[in-house]
């Protein structure tokens, strides 16, 4: 699992088989690393949920928002990933 991004109480990831989906996306979970709150958001073609395990509709809607205000980074962070490179995590907090 690669960490892209982490975000006020969230984080961004992705895992090493998400390479063979065809459509970009990106995992979400909270930073307590709560197994049982995790959504899904495709980002491309557009940005949209996918799946969604117990975030609230206020969550998910601020999720959303920094996917599409950090779209540019996290996009960035997956080039690299999929390139098999190492991942360095970018802490938006600091």
Same mark, same amino acid.
């Given at each position: 699992?690669?960490?892209?991004? *982490? ?16 459509? $970009? /996306?990106? /995992?979400? #979970?909270?930073?307590? $690393? ?14 949209? =949920?996918?799946?969604? @395990?117990?975030?609230?509709?206020? %969550?998910?809607?601020? @999720? ?6 950090? *779209?540019? #980074? =996290?996009?960035? +962070? =997956?080039?690299?990933?999929? #390139? +098999?490179? #190492? ?6 907090? %600091?």
């Amino acid at each position: 699992m690669g960490k892209l991004l *982490i975000f006020l109480k969230y984080v961004f990831y992705v895992y090493s088989s998400d390479v063979k989906e065809n459509r $970009r /996306h990106v /995992h979400v #979970t909270d930073k307590k $690393r709560d197994i049982e709150r995790i959504c899904k958001f495709w980002i491309e073609p557009k940005i949209e =949920l996918h799946e969604n @395990i117990r975030f609230s509709e206020k %969550e998910l809607n601020e @999720i959303e928002k920094l996917v599409r205000t950090n *779209i540019k #980074t =996290l996009n960035e +962070q =997956l080039d690299v990933f999929y #390139t +098999q490179k #190492t991942v360095k995590s970018i802490n938006k907090n %600091e």
